[in-house]
């Protein structure tokens, strides 16, 4: 594969923006089918994805720029060099968060009927995204001489492992648990939909929590993540997203709770 670009006549399409468009489409289709699939109307899905593309594009760059400030406080130009990779997840999720929830808000809309349409989306899309890794050959793990391990070209490799040619393919392990994600919010979602007095949201909330958790869990095997003051900000990140989602999950079934008790 050429990790620089596709060239097809006079235009260069960049690899990792053809994988994160096509993970995008394919989140964006998702949804779409969800939200026939719940009798949504479609037209504050398309709208939404206006917004929350550039938005999570932008969030994910941003987050990964204020993490590692202290090298592009003296490479400025670089903060807007898209192609060449450095996107933080959890600044996309954020991103795609603040849209839904101001969207929703102004237009009064039901957040919670929404976010759950989407939330199986955004698990496939986050998968798919993963292996525009590849291309810049980062979120890889120890060395390993697996018959999966990936090759990793000398000047892209951890410092103290140079020695080493052949990885373990962290992103391709995120991009199992994000996939297994999406199976499970789809399968639960089809079979506890409008079952045990569950609130709208509630899918949403579990699809934070569980990617959460596959994303702590995958970073114990990666060489690059990011360190801070001895922290793992990809662990701490997924960490917050649990307890704030697990919190927003059992407020919000407690007041429907409460609700559904007073009318009886």
Known sequence: MNY????????????????????????????????????????PLLDMAVLAIPAGILGARLYYVI????????????????????????????????????????????????????????????SLGQWANLVNQEAIGYPTYLSWGIYIDYAHR???????????????????????????????????????????GWLFFLYLILQSIGRIIVEFTRLDGEILYGVNIAQLGSLIFIVVASILLILRQRNYSNLWRKRQ
Not at 93 to 112: D, Q, R
Not at 161 to 184: K, R, T
């Open 158 to 200: 951890p410092v103290g492992y140079e020695e080493y040619d052949f990885f373990h393919p962290v992103f391709m392990y995120q991009s199992g648990a994000d996939f297994g994600v999406f199976l499970i919010l789809l399968v639960v979602g089809w079979l506890f939909r409008n079952r045990f007095g569950l609130k709208s």
């Open 4 to 43: 620089g670009s596709l060239v097809v006549g006079p235009w260069h399409f960049h690899w990792y923006g053809l994988i994160m468009s096509g993970a995008i489409l394919c989140c964006i289709l998702t949804c779409y089918c969800q939200i026939l699939y719940r009798r949504l109307p479609v037209q």
């Open 67 to 126: 993490i590692n400030w202290p090298y592009y406080s003296y490479h400025l130009g670089e903060i807007f060099c898209f192609s060449q990779g450095g996107f933080a997840m959890h600044g996309a999720m954020l991103g795609v968060i603040l849209v839904l929830v101001g969207y929703a808000k102004y237009h009064s809309l039901p957040f919670g009927l929404y976010a759950d349409a989407v939330a199986p989306g955004l698990a496939l899309g986050q």
